[in-house]
């Protein structure tokens, strides 16, 4: 479906996982910031996703913000681009553009779930 949406793209892999998987925006990845305040929390952030992934339950995301004490998911953190957890992944190599509107609503109904799109520079 997708391929038929993007046809100019190359390479277009599904990835699907039991237990979300961490997507980031390689060479794009700038900041994270706290979504409630907005103070930057990259130091906090990296020994988070450290322990992320070197613990057992990756399905447990929720953390607490080091800077206002709220509560959030790692997934929902302010990111100058966009990265996230996932369970399902379309990764396509070279697209030209951005999902139109109608292209990422017809992506979200045929999944059933929300979409955010990360754009990886490797």
């Known amino acids: 479906m997708l391929c038929a949406l993007r046809s100019e793209a190359q390479d277009a892999e599904l990835h699907i996982s ?6 980031d925006g390689g060479s794009n990845f700038e900041s994270v910031f706290c979504p409630f305040c907005q103070t930057d929390i990259w130091d906090w952030w990296i020994k988070a996703i450290d322990e992320w992934r070197n613990g057992t339950n990756h399905r447990a995301l929720s953390a607490e913000m080091p800077c206002c004490g709220r509560v959030t998911t790692l ?37 059933g779930l929300p979409v955010r799109v990360i754009w990886r520079h490797i």
């Open 75 to 111: 997934n929902e953190l302010d990111d100058v681009w966009p990265q996230g957890f996932a369970c399902i992944a379309i990764t396509l190599m070279n697209p030209d553009s951005d999902l139109e509107p109608a292209e990422r609503q017809q992506v979200e109904l045929a999944l």
């Open 18 to 23: 039991d237990t979300p998987e961490f997507f």
